[in-house]
């Protein structure tokens, strides 16, 4: 029994110790510390702190997000404002007042020792609350969120209900844009409005805003054709048609736009376009039906058949040189165009006319009459897939013009005896031939017929231009021929005439010497080498200067100058009476003869 006290009393020595070494200890750490304070309790402080910061920035936040603080966040925070409180009172209670020495330190640390049990279990409260505080922070974060959540959802249902009625809208526009517009215009609209008829298809308003002058219609008609690729639109960009009235059929000019095109007005497109070879005016241009006795002498022609209303011109009609026409030489042409349309129109809705995996069929195996048949239904189906206009229209105007223009012009004078044509195109320029006759206006022998040269002022030829002008011609004339007499004498030029000529001829002369040099020598080698192959006999050293002169130019081209009148062309394999035959020097040997009516041969005859 005394061996077991014995220990315990040695044990509780040993705590006795170890507690005042720990007092001890603490109390000269507490002395040494520069704010008073235990170093055990260091963390308490700023853990009160931290959640002071966080429960007042939760209360901000759900402010902020909710309008104002509920009941839980407000308990949160009463709760921990009275822990903090106490805590920091208790905490300011150990520390050492008045002053730092070792007894106050010491009765500072055996308090802190009998305090000890309370500062921890506030610590367990200030954590509690952390703990409470960031769950009530996850919550007001998890409110938010929807809160988002809930105005996107409600944004994206607006903008959904937003497109859906724009849809809803453009719908309805569309579906009103394929309706059939009224006779004047769509029903939204208002306005005065023309009725148009461009010859393809129905007739249709036209707002008479639109078309103020000439040149806006046809842009806003050009959009038209070029939207629906429709035949004619190179006319309508050139500008080769004519927009006639309703009245008379009769051409509306720019001049007269204002008072013609008024609201209720019906304009009517005509094409322009040209053709290069005859027609026979009593039958129709497209299906080669005769025309009925009461519109045969008409200035507009109307097929009873094809339904083409044609109007042909002279050339002279129009200042340019429109597109060639493909009907008129065959009646074919427009046979397969109406033989494709009907198979076409045969054909289910969609399916192709011609089909790429199709053999094509060996046309040499067939009969005559199949390989017509078949050759007919290939050109018809080219056809149909790009009508030309002249197959398709309703109203046309169809210009000649020549595919060479020949001008034949007297030998010596060089005035015009027959013309092709009156139009004058930089791609279609003067075909010159020489006819070796007396002209009506430059002889001397009372020699009076009519001519084409009646129509051109040789003034302001472009012929004479090579020569300096008119006045140098006849001066190079009057200085190379000896004989005036040739060219009528003073018919041709007196001695006034003379005067002036020369004159202007030495003011060239200095100009444009070369160039006057060559045109005499063209002029004179022309001359002598007709009157050559006629066979008249030149002196020696004029014969041996031709034949100089005509080496050079056969080196240049393979056919020499062409001798019209005597209907002898130099080259050509055929005889001179089958020449006689062409309409062309049939006419002009009625001129060189006298015996020409004066009808211009492209005139239209009525």
Same mark, same amino acid.
């Given at each position: ?10 044990? !509780?020595? =040993? ?91 010491? *009765? ?31 919550? $007001?974060?998890? *409110? ?13 249902? +607006?903008?959904?209900?937003? $497109? ?6 453009? *719908? #309805? ?55 629906? &690729? ?16 309703? #009245? ?10 204002? !008072? ?23 039958? =129709? ?47 074919? !042409? ?22 790429? &995996? ?15 048949? #078949?050759?007919?239904? =290939? ?92 006045? =140098? ?34 003011? *060239? ?33 004029? #014969? ?6 005509? +080496? ?37 040997? +009625? ?14 005859? &009525?």
């Amino acid at each position: 029994m005394e061996a077991i006290a014995a220990v315990s009393l040695a044990g !509780t020595v =040993c705590s006795l110790v170890d507690i005042s070494v720990k007092i001890v200890s603490q109390t000269w750490s507490l002395y040494k510390a520069s704010d008073g304070v235990r170093t055990q309790y260091p963390d308490v402080e700023h853990l009160a702190s931290a959640l002071n910061s966080g429960i007042e920035f939760l209360k901000a936040e759900q402010v902020l997000v909710e309008g104002s603080i509920d009941s839980p966040v407000q308990d949160l925070s009463s709760r921990a404002t009275a822990v903090i409180e106490e805590l920091l009172e208790l905490l300011g209670s150990l520390r050492v007042q008045d002053g730092k020495s070792k007894t106050r330190c010491l *009765k500072a640390v055996l308090k802190g020792v009998r305090k000890r049990d309370r500062v921890s279990e506030l610590r367990k409260k200030l954590k509690t609350l952390s703990v409470e505080a960031q769950m009530q922070q996850n919550i $007001l974060l998890i *409110k938010q969120n929807h809160q988002q959540m809930s105005i996107q959802t409600k944004s994206n249902v +607006e903008l959904k209900q937003s $497109l859906n009625q724009h849809y809803q809208e453009i *719908k #309805a526009l569309m579906l009103q844009g394929y309706r059939r517009p009224k006779e004047y215009g769509y029903e939204w609209e208002q306005g005065e409005y023309i009725i148009v008829d461009d010859g393809l298809g129905p007739r249709f308003p036209f707002p008479l805003y639109l078309c103020s002058n000439i040149g806006e219609f046809l842009s806003v008609l050009r959009i038209k054709f070029s939207s629906r &690729n429709l035949p004619g639109l190179e006319q309508i960009g050139l500008g080769h048609i004519e927009i006639l009235d309703s #009245a008379g059929m009769k051409p509306i000019h720019e001049q007269d736009w204002d !008072t013609e095109v008024t609201a209720g007005a019906l304009l009517r497109i005509s094409f322009v376009m040209g053709r290069f070879h005859s027609l026979n005016f009593s039958k =129709c241009v497209r299906c080669f039906k005769p025309y009925k006795k009461s519109v045969s002498n008409c200035d507009w022609k109307e097929c009873q058949s094809c339904g083409l209303t044609l109007r042909l011109v002279p050339p002279d009609a129009y200042p340019y040189e429109p597109v060639d026409i493909t009907v008129g030489l065959h009646p074919d !042409t427009y046979r397969d165009h109406k033989l494709g349309r009907r198979e076409r129109s045969q054909q289910l809705p969609g399916a192709p006319i011609l089909d790429a &995996n199709i053999a094509i069929p060996d046309l040499e195996s067939k009969t005559p009459r199949e390989q017509g048949v #078949a050759g007919q239904k =290939c050109r018809a189906n080219k056809l149909e897939d790009n009508p030309a206009l002249d197959l398709v229209c309703r109203r046309l105007i169809i210009k000649w013009e020549p595919t060479i223009n020949f001008v034949h012009r007297y030998l010596w004078c060089r005035c015009v005896v027959r013309l092709s044509t009156p139009s004058r195109f930089e791609d279609n320029p003067e075909k010159t031939l020489l006819v070796h006759a007396i002209c009506p206006r430059h002889n001397n022998e009372g020699i009076v017929h009519k001519d084409y040269g009646d129509l051109v002022n040789n003034r302001v030829d472009p012929y004479f231009a090579p020569f300096g002008g008119y006045d =140098c011609f006849r001066a190079m004339v009057f200085m190379y021929l000896p004989n005036l007499e040739l060219v009528g004498g003073d018919a041709f030029i007196d001695s006034n005439g003379c005067e002036r000529a020369l004159e202007v001829l030495q003011g *060239k002369v200095r100009e444009i010497p070369g160039q006057l040099e060559e045109a005499g020598t063209q002029y004179l080698f022309e001359n002598f080498s007709e009157l050559q192959d006629q066979g008249v006999l030149l002196r020696e050293d004029i #014969a041996r200067q031709v034949n100089a002169w005509r +080496e050079e130019r056969e080196q240049e081209r393979e056919q020499d100058m062409i001798s019209t009148y005597g209907c002898s062309f130099k080259g050509s394999p055929l005889e001179s009476r089958d020449w006689n035959e062409i309409p062309m020097l049939r006419e002009l040997m +009625e001129i060189v003869d006298g015996k020409w009516n004066g009808v211009l041969h492209w005139s239209i005859p &009525n």
